[in-house]
């Protein structure tokens, strides 16, 4: 019954790169994807998006150094992080709306439907 389950952080120095991932139960051509991230005392980042054509959008501090990515096959969700920052440090989310007419997949002001539990990532220098 779990839709979104992610996995894959840990600690990784400065400069590092770390892959995240999300299992799901879901079709993805049919759902936008967005990974989210989120510190204690601060709300909830959506970082990165993608569409079941492939289209993507980032936030400008992740833009060159995070790629997400997915496999509809494997039904999976994956951000790749390269050069890492102690600012990147975070628990970070995965989560899953209905795709839109519009195809608009950016999260701002949306509601999602699934989300996982989390996975944590820490950067140190």
């Known amino acids: 019954q779990t839709q979104l389950m992610e996995s894959g952080g840990g600690s990784v120095q400065t400069g590092g790169s770390l892959t995240v991932s999300c299992a799901t139960s879901?079709?993805?051509?049919?759902?936008?994807m967005t990974w989210f991230r989120q510190v204690p005392g601060k709300g909830r980042e959506g970082v990165a998006s993608?569409?079941?054509?492939?289209?993507?959008t980032y936030i400008d501090s992740v833009r060159v150094r995070f790629t997400i990515s997915e496999d509809e096959g494997q039904k999976n969700l994956y951000l790749r992080m390269n050069d890492l920052r102690p600012e990147d440090t975070a628990k970070y989310f995965c989560?899953?709306?209905?795709?839109?007419?519009?195809?608009?997949?950016?999260?701002?002001?949306?509601?999602?439907?699934?989300w996982g539990r989390g996975t944590q990532v820490s950067v140190s220098s």
């Open positions: 993608i569409d079941d054509n492939g289209r993507v």
């Open positions: 989560a899953a709306r209905p795709r839109e007419f519009s195809g608009d997949c950016r999260p701002a002001g949306k509601r999602f439907t699934y």
């Open positions: 879901l079709y993805l051509g049919l759902y936008c």
